[in-house]
């Protein structure tokens, strides 16, 4: 190569276009948005943007899983934590909130998306992964003593849907530590001051 000449360095444009698309849809209805609507606000060309994801379905999905997958990588070191079940489970729910906070338009494109027709096959897998680290994290308190025996899948759905719920309908500057300690203290004490059977009598 000659002295002096340029070396043309390939971009990774993925995060860019990602973080991008994320706001026009948080903001518009998925058929409202184009692709060029994507590559106008990026400042790139529309043909960089088709190299990495090929139709909007596409990168509607992408941003979707890149959400889910930086919030596996938060859970997983939480739940990994040499702590007692209810400390970790409460830290994870933190994790959910505090991305909320940092990522509301990758959050808002990820409830929309749940109720769309785009289902995938690497969407199911990560919802799942999700399930299962809450439910791991329940199993092994409930192995410690420290949580009483119950379904652990059905609790982990609970705690996850407690904390989407109040994310997604509550007051959305409800800081992460508060989010987090409500939804635990109502998973695990409930809201009567007395345990109750199923058919409404207090037990003894």
Not at 22 to 46: I, S, T
Not at 133 to 148: H, N, S
């Amino acid at each position: 190569m000659p002295a002096g000449a340029l070396v043309r360095i390939a971009v990774d444009h993925r995060i860019e276009i990602l973080q991008t698309a994320a706001h026009l849809f948080a903001q518009r209805p998925f058929h409202e948005v184009l692709m060029d609507d994507v590559a106008h606000a990026c400042g790139l060309a529309k043909g960089t943007i088709y190299r990495h994801y090929p139709n909007k379905e596409a990168l509607y999905l992408a941003i979707c899983l890149e959400w889910m997958d930086r919030l596996i990588v938060q859970l997983g070191k939480s739940a990994r934590r040499k702590a007692g079940a209810g400390e970790r489970l409460e830290e994870m729910i933190r994790c959910m909130a505090e991305q909320y906070h940092r990522q509301r338009d990758f959050f808002q494109v990820v409830q929309r998306f749940e109720g769309t027709v785009l289902g995938d096959a690497e969407w199911l897998k990560r919802r799942t992964k999700i399930r299962e680290l809450f439910a791991k994290v329940i199993r092994e308190g409930q192995r410690r003593g420290e949580l009483r025996l119950f379904d652990a899948n059905l609790a982990a759905d609970m705690a996850l849907g407690m904390a989407r719920n109040l994310l997604r309908w509550g007051d959305p500057d409800l800081p992460a530590e508060r989010i987090a300690h409500f939804v635990l203290d109502l998973l695990m004490n409930g809201m009567t001051t007395r345990r109750r059977n199923l058919n409404g009598a207090a037990k003894r």
